[in-house]
């Protein structure tokens, strides 16, 4: 079964026990966008591929594209923990997110970030796992 398709779904032999600590945590520039590091919290490999977790922070010195696009997943929510975010959705215009904002972009949704602050840090979560993301 395809782990993007809506009828997949978890069971208690896919799911582990999994605790990550920020001191032992590390940011990498792996990530889809250059101008953005990652830190992997340990959610994908708890749930055989089925979700994906990370906290996302400006790299300094790398600019946005602020390329359309959109992602091919099921679920994908950021909550902003510092910082501002500046984006424009399809059909919902430009959202600025602060800390304490949180979205759901619902799956499919166009989008293209505008802009963001130097210590902008936030927490994404997506079904699943690996996604793609296709430009618009």
Partial sequence: MNPSTPSASLTNTDMRFSVQHAIDGTFVHDGLRPYFEYRDLGIKDATAGKAVMHVIRAHAGHQLTG????????LQIV???????????????????????CVHQAPGIRHREIAHS????????VLPGDFN???D
């Fill in 67 to 74: 390329e359309w696009h959109h992602h091919e997943v099921q």
């Fill in 79 to 101: 909550y902003v923990l510092k910082g501002w975010v500046k984006f424009e959705y399809e059909g919902q215009g430009e959202h600025t997110l602060v800390a304490g904002t």
């Fill in 133 to 135: 993301t296709v430009s």
């Fill in 118 to 125: 130097d210590d902008l840090e936030l927490i994404e979560i």
